[in-house]
């Protein structure tokens, strides 16, 4: 199978441990690319969100981000305004104020089902614990417009080492904050709400699997899914459920909100996969926000290398 993908030339480089992060902005410093002056450890991710109001992007960003293949990061403000969040509106560029009331904090996420260890962890529990990493990933939405997104985070691998799964443990069932009080858009009754969403137990403790707690070395904001949410590279961006509560481990594979509403166009795996077409888009080629014309979409939207081996011996096309 892996003989049939394009594959990055590279593996996974861009994961970089966040000690390392602060150390190439001192190399970008001195190779004269950053011209900030602040230091990156004032951006370190706290336990609330941010709130992202209009098109003013944070100070002193860090610049010069690229993807292993020299693809430059979206902006901040691209990032923050352009996004997929139903849970607010079906507007991608009207997630952004409407999330402006949206709490993030206090926060929970319970760790459940068929593990020896069920726990809850508190957002500052989870930021304390657990090593955060900066990842410059691609995103790939199924509407067939990508970005470059350089989260922060940690592995969800090492989460679920942590409650112990059971040998009967096959699948991992994701659940969303239920709140249509602060989330207009899950007064919409054309949605089967809380979103959820599920990943195969390989799939979750691949290495490129992360739960994110923020971007561009700031909280996760409020219209990207702060406080936390799931971040699966190789896989559509509607994959990457936002706002995380409950984390459950099951044996059978589990209901997505997607499945439910549309099944024939939104398969379980949603794997990048320009070989297989969507009804209504594209997915050969994609649009990168901010820039003109279209570019080549990769098989796995290029991590190939690390995950074609989850799926050897399936029918990508079966099982889209």
């Excluded at 009207?94 to 068929?114: H, I, Q, R």
């Excluded at 195969?200 to 290495?207: S, T, V």
């Excluded at 509560?245 to 398969?267: C, D, F, H, M, R």
Aim: aromatic share 12%; hydrophobic share 35%; with cysteine.
């Amino acid at each position: 199978m892996n003989n049939k993908f394009k594959s990055v030339p590279v593996k996974s480089s861009e994961i970089t441990p966040y000690s390392q992060y602060l150390s190439r902005r001192d190399f970008l410093k001195a190779a004269g690319i950053v011209t900030g002056s602040a230091l990156l450890a004032a951006c370190a991710p706290s336990v609330a969100g941010t709130v992202v109001p209009e098109k003013e992007a944070p100070q002193n960003l860090p610049t010069g981000l690229t993807d292993e293949l020299g693809s430059p990061a979206n902006s901040y403000e691209d990032i923050t305004h352009y996004n997929n969040y139903y849970e607010f509106t079906t507007d991608k560029e009207g997630v952004a104020s409407l999330a402006t009331k949206f709490n993030p904090s206090p926060w929970t996420v319970e760790v459940y089902g068929l593990v020896n260890k069920p726990m809850t962890f508190g957002m500052e529990d989870l930021l304390k614990k657990y090593t955060q990493e900066e990842r410059i990933y691609r995103l790939r939405c199924v509407e067939a417009w990508s970005m470059v997104i350089p989260w922060t985070g940690f592995t969800l691998s090492s989460l679920l080492k942590e409650v112990e799964p059971t040998s009967d443990a096959k699948y991992v069932r994701f659940e969303t904050v239920n709140r249509p009080e602060e989330m207009p858009g899950m007064k919409s009754p054309f949605y089967p709400w809380p979103y959820q969403e599920g990943l195969r137990l390989d799939e979750a403790m691949n290495d490129l699997t992360i739960l994110a707690t923020g971007l561009y070395g700031q909280p996760m904001p409020n219209p990207n899914g702060a406080p936390i949410r799931l971040v699966v590279p190789w896989k559509y961006g509607f994959k990457s459920i936002k706002a995380i509560t409950k984390i459950e481990l099951i044996a059978e594979q589990p209901t997505t909100l997607w499945s439910q509403v549309g099944p024939n166009e939104y398969g379980f795996y949603s794997n990048v996969n320009p070989q297989v077409p969507h009804p209504r888009w594209s997915q050969a080629s994609e649009r990168r926000i901010g820039e003109l014309g279209r570019r080549e979409t990769l098989m796995f939207n290029g991590y190939a290398e690390q995950v074609a081996h989850l799926y050897d011996g399936m029918d990508l096309a079966v099982n889209y």
